[in-house]
């Protein structure tokens, strides 16, 4: 069965600074990866993707993450972090090894940026 | 392009009444479409993957005849939650993908609130 992790619940960093929110997988095929963002009482906002390709994706505000199949790893990552930043990030897995549509999602990490 | 809407965003019943939440694509159409389920602090688990045209199929656990789903057209999905008791109060959020457009990514809904009394 596919699986997320997100293994901080929450990452503290001060604004200006590089930030990383990290994620691992489990899939029995081909993973497609997405990161999610989700503000208070809000849906959730596409980021970015991985399907395939190069391995490092760009998204939006400024958000790229990293795929690493040998350790099955999809990083979030931005340069410069903003106040505004601070939300609740999910990344989630669709494993194409199955016949399921849906997202699998991480537990979530909660992102606080400091000014 | 790619919104999804949900109607209504927050709603308030008494223990015993049933709620129907919308989910609308907007601006594509959606064969399927994704019925998610949010608990306070936590992340979010699928309920059902809702098919145009045809029945529903629920992830395990997930009482087919309490949360009824509806997908009567490409840009409509109803979630209904019949006989809604307090410990149904959650954050229901949908999603759909624009297939058409050859999408990987699923578009969510804002999400409704149910408070159930």
């Known amino acids: 069965a596919q699986s997320v992790a997100q293994p901080e619940d929450q990452v503290n960093v001060a604004e200006g600074n590089p930030l990383t929110v990290k994620c691992t997988y489990s899939?029995?095929?081909?993973?497609?990866l997405f990161w999610y963002v989700q503000y208070p009482n809000r849906g959730l906002q596409f980021l970015l993707k991985?399907?395939?390709?190069?391995?490092l994706v760009k998204g939006s505000y400024g958000f790229e993450a990293e795929f690493n199949k040998s350790q099955t790893s999809f990083h979030l990552k931005k340069p410069s972090a903003l106040v505004s930043d601070s939300a609740l990030y999910f990344c989630?897995?669709?494993?194409?090894?199955?016949?399921?549509?849906?997202?699998?999602f991480g537990s979530g990490t909660r992102l606080q940026v400091q000014p | 392009g790619a919104v999804v809407s949900q109607h209504p965003s927050w709603v308030i019943c008494k223990s015993g009444t049933s709620v129907k939440i919308e989910c609308r694509s907007l601006?594509?159409?959606?064969?399927?479409m994704f019925w998610y389920r949010q608990f306070p602090k936590q992340s979010l688990m699928l309920m059902a993957t809702?098919?145009?045209?045809?029945?529903?199929?629920?992830e395990q656990g997930v009482e087919k005849d309490k949360f009824l789903i509806n997908h009567a057209s490409l840009t409509l999905s109803t979630l209904t939650v019949t006989s809604a008791h307090p410990e149904d109060s959650s954050f229901y959020i949908c999603?759909?993908?624009?297939?058409?457009?050859?999408?990987?990514?699923?578009?969510f809904g804002p999400g409704t609130r149910l408070t159930v009394t």
């Open positions: 899939v029995s095929g081909n993973p497609y």
């Open positions: 989630a897995v669709r494993d194409t090894g199955t016949g399921r549509r849906a997202l699998t």
């Open positions: 999603s759909a993908r624009d297939q058409l457009a050859g999408a990987y990514e699923q578009y």
């Open positions: 809702s098919n145009e045209g045809s029945k529903a199929t629920y």
């Open positions: 601006d594509f159409q959606a064969t399927t």
């Open positions: 991985y399907i395939t390709g190069d391995n």
